[in-house]
């Protein structure tokens, strides 16, 4: 039990290493929220009520980003990792959870009254034809953001020690919480016991993270003080951040906004979809991005460009090299993906093959989506924010102005609509207009990638160039890999049964095996230089963090 406690608050050094534990913590995690998904998708179909859902949970996350973010691990990190910081950590801890409390008090009991004027004002269809439910879901969600909003400001804490892994199970008992919300208290309250569900899940997500910050010394009575001045400080630099960060979930309810005008399903579809894709996105993206977060503000305190640079770049070398064939991968079989996840009860072939031209759209723009949270996340270690600032909102403007057009042309333009439906074998379906909202998403999310690597090169000296060969190996073996499974599904095809799930589960299997090891062949007669640092890393560092199966210490070695 010993060895399991310290394993769980062991300290954890090196890139990659973190990266790993992140990624594979991120991927227990996001198995838990595909179950969650199929439970919901099987319930309800994609339909009106799973579009109620999808919706209730709109504006608690703005508040969440917007507020949250506020003093967010972009913020504490960076003043955390300063050289002087170690005498003044708990008395700055202490205020902002005392600023946060007060500010998220009067947000979240504002908006309790408000909510049926704002959502009438998004979602009007919805807010008439349920009498009320979305307004009472949004509610109950409403404790959401207090809950997560603790829990950011411990990964701080949780980060700046290396303690990834308290970080990492976070997300575990988040969506734990809520599939007890769908089997166990949905059954007895109906949708509200969804909402009660995910309430629990939050309030998890922040518990797990008490145990260490109280170990440490952080939160003690004495230092939880408002302090408004000192408070003002870390707000006024990290206001910026804020709007960035709230640009993207600004877009989405926008985008969501806009799909309840497609018809009955069209959130649902959206939803899903883009779920599906961000399942990926946090075990690649988001865990290298994490990891790299703390070392790269610690490198540019102590003035370590060179450094800060280097790790930049193998971040980048390595989002590159996982998520490019995993885009390719998840294309060709993206219907079997969303049949074997969500293909069951209420959720019909329809449903089905609509949700998969979705995450088809937006799983191309996976790499462009994983890079920009390491450029944001390197820029905010670096103490610039206005660049993030900028490019976010100009590119939030275009999604939203882009969905917008695009869903016009689509309507009016029989062609351009035919193209569409033709190539994503979506042809004779009710409500492809909204595969307009995913295709703009993932042309701006390629806009944005591109003007941070501009802005990169501009900034940290040499960039692309030390990402050219990586980037054309990963591509050379995502074509590769692509064509393998796509041959593999031609030949199995007529093989195995696929109108039952074991047959679709297989198929799916075998030509995803095909086309992994294609790719990894071809890597190797390249001589990538990526493959080898992860077998590397897998073979002689990672096992050395798991004491309760080595026998070792919890603690690891640098690299």
Known sequence: MQKLFNFVEGEVKGLHEAAYLLGSFALFSTLLALYRDRLLAATFGAGEMLDIYYAAFRIPDIVFVSIASLVSVFILVPILTQPDSNSDRHTIMGNVMAGFSTLMLIVTTILWFLLPQLLSLLFPDLVS????LLILLSRILLLQPIFLGFSGILASVTQVHGRYLLYAIAPLLYNIGILFGIVGLYPLFGMPGIAYGVVLGALLHMGIQVPFALRVGYLRPA?????????????????????????????????????????????????????????????????YSVAAFPTLARFFSKGQTRQFCDQIITASRHIIFWSIPLMSLVVVLRAHIVRVILGSGSFDWAD????????????????????????????????????PLLVNVATAVGVVGGGYWLTIVFQQNDVWRFFVEELLRVENIRGTEILMLPLS????????????????????????????????????????????????????????????????????????????????VLLHVLQNREIKEVWETLHHKIWRYIPIFSGGTERGTDM
């Not at 640009?247 to 399903?265: E, S």
């Not at 759209?361 to 996340?377: E, G």
């Open 129 to 132: 034809r349920q009498n009320g």
């Open 441 to 520: 998403y993932a042309i701006f999310s390629v806009v944005n990638v591109l003007i941070f690597s501009i802005l990169y090169e501009r900034d940290f000296g040499v960039f692309r160039r030390r990402i050219g060969k990586p980037l054309f190996e990963s591509f050379s073996a995502a074509v590769v890999a692509g064509f393998f499974a796509y041959q593999t599904l031609d030949i199995l095809d007529n093989v195995l049964d696929i109108n039952t799930f074991i047959g679709v589960f297989l198929l799916g299997l075998f030509a995803g095996v095909a086309g992994i090891a294609a790719g990894v």
């Open 223 to 287: 230092d939880l003080r408002l302090r408004p001045r000192k408070l003002w400080r870390i707000i006024s630099v990290s206001i910026p951040r804020t709007i960035s960060i709230s640009a993207n979930q600004l877009a989405l309810l926008v985008l969501i906004a806009m799909a309840a005008t497609l018809g009955a399903g069209s959130v649902s579809v959206f939803s899903l979809a883009f779920n599906l894709q961000a399942a990926p996105l946090s075990i690649i993206g988001a865990s």
């Open 352 to 387: 089905t093959r609509l949700t998969s031209a979705a995450l088809a759209l937006f799983i191309i723009s996976l790499t462009a989506q994983a890079l920009s949270l390491l450029f944001v996340r390197g820029y905010y270690a670096a103490g610039e924010t206005m660049k």
